[in-house]
C-alpha cells in the first residue's frame, strides 16, 4: 500500500470549513484513498474513500487532484465533536485491512 | 444494538496471567480484525478472519491466539501476559475488504 503523509496537527475554528490534506504521491492507479477518524477513547470511525472521482457524503468531501497525488478531506462546517484525529490511507480493493499512521490530530475551537 | 462490541471494557491484570477478550458483531461481516494501539497511539493490524479462516497474521508473538467461532466471533486470547503488552485492543470488521467497523476498544494493563 502506498505511503501517505499528513502534517502532525490542525486548528479549525467550529463552523469553517476544516481543510485536511493528505500526500500519497507513490499512489498506484488501483488504490483508493481513505479516510478515517479516532474521537478520543473511542475505536476508528469510516468517513469516506474514493478513488479518482472527488466524492461526498454526509460526513465530508473528499476532494482528489487529477494526478491521484494528494487528496484533501473538507468537513464544510466543523464543530466541536470534530475534534479527532483523522487518518488518510491508499488502499487496493483487494487489499485487506492497514496499519493507521500518526495522522493529523484536528483541535476544533469555540 | 451496538455494530461491533467487544468485551471487557476495560482489563487490569499481573504478569504472567492468560486473559481473553471477546468480540462479536452484528452487521452480518465476514472478515473480521484484531488490532493493537500503542502508546504512541500507531494502531496496527495484529490479526484477520474472513469466514473463520485466518488470512492476515502479522507479525505477533505466538502467545497471541485468535479463535473465531463462527463469523460473528472473533476473540482474543493471550498467554502469559507482559508488560508491553499493555495496549488499547480494537476489534473490527467488514464486509469482504470494505469499510471497517471497529468496536470501542478494550484497555489492558498489565502490572
Known amino acids: 500500500d502506498a505511503k501517505t503523509t499528513q502534517p502532525t496537527s490542525m486548528d479549525c475554528a467550529e463552523g469553517r470549513a476544516a481543510n485536511l490534506p493528505c500526500n500519497h504521491s507513490t499512489i498506484s492507479g488501483n488504490e483508493y484513498v481513505y479516510w478515517y477518524r479516532q474521537i478520543h477513547s473511542q475505536g476508528p470511525q469510516y468517513i469516506i474513500h474514493?478513488?479518482?472521482n472527488n466524492e461526498t457524503n454526509e460526513m465530508a468531501s473528499l476532494i482528489i487532484t487529477e494526478d491521484r497525488k494528494s487528496s484533501t478531506l473538507i468537513l464544510p462546517h466543523a464543530t466541536l465533536r470534530d475534534t479527532a484525529v483523522y487518518y488518510c490511507?491508499?488502499?487496493?480493493?483487494?487489499?485487506?485491512?492497514?496499519?493507521f499512521g500518526k495522522g493529523t490530530s484536528l483541535l476544533v475551537t469555540p | 444494538d451496538t455494530a461491533v462490541s467487544q468485551t471487557p471494557k476495560y482489563l487490569v491484570t499481573q504478569m504472567g496471567n492468560d486473559k481473553s477478550i471477546k468480540c462479536e458483531q452484528n452487521?452480518?461481516?465476514?472478515?473480521m480484525y484484531w488490532y493493537k494501539q500503542d502508546s504512541k497511539k500507531f494502531l496496527k493490524i495484529m490479526f484477520s478472519?474472513?469466514?473463520?479462516?485466518?488470512?492476515i497474521n502479522e507479525t505477533v508473538p505466538n502467545r497471541f491466539s485468535p479463535k473465531s467461532p463462527d463469523k460473528a466471533h472473533l476473540n482474543l486470547h493471550i498467554n502469559s501476559l507482559e508488560l508491553g503488552d499493555s495496549a488499547v485492543y480494537f476489534c473490527?470488521?467488514?464486509?469482504?475488504?470494505?469499510?471497517?467497523?471497529f468496536g470501542s476498544g478494550t484497555q489492558l494493563s498489565v502490572l
Open positions: 490511507i491508499a488502499l487496493t480493493n483487494s487489499g485487506y485491512a492497514l496499519n
Open positions: 474514493g478513488l479518482k
Open positions: 478472519y474472513n469466514n473463520k479462516e485466518l488470512i
Open positions: 452487521l452480518g461481516h465476514d472478515t
Open positions: 473490527a470488521s467488514s464486509l469482504s475488504n470494505e469499510k471497517l467497523f
